[in-house]
């Protein structure tokens, strides 16, 4: 699901899979495997859970993952991607994060002393 977030803010991208064999999932940003995903400066956070029994051979396993970033920037706005594979195939989705910055004032007006009847520009 797309989403759009302020920076400073910390997102989550679900991801649920289920097949037979168990399917495995990898996150990819921008087309490319972990570009940018950084875990060990704790940028960016993989977790991973099974639901059901993905033991049994005869049945499918339900997996989901939660790709979280904390502390967005701009630049951390992209396509983000699930692609999930296992020995039967793959499969893929997609969600855009937009990451918008938040409002501030770059030059704020300056303190003017001017005549009557002047003009004063701001």
Sequence with gaps: KNQTVWTSSNVSLH???AGNPRPHISWLRNEVRNETIDIVLGKFSVNLSEMGNCQ?????????????I?????ADGGKYICSVENAAGNDVAAAQLI?????????????????ISETVVL
């Design 15 to 17: 991801c649920t899979a």
């Design 56 to 68: 049994i051979t005869d049945s499918y396993c339900t997996i989901s993952s939660v790709l979280q």
């Design 70 to 74: 904390f502390n967005n920037t701009v």
């Design 99 to 115: 990451v918008n910055r938040v409002l501030y004032i770059t030059t704020p007006p300056i303190n003017q002393t001017v005549n």
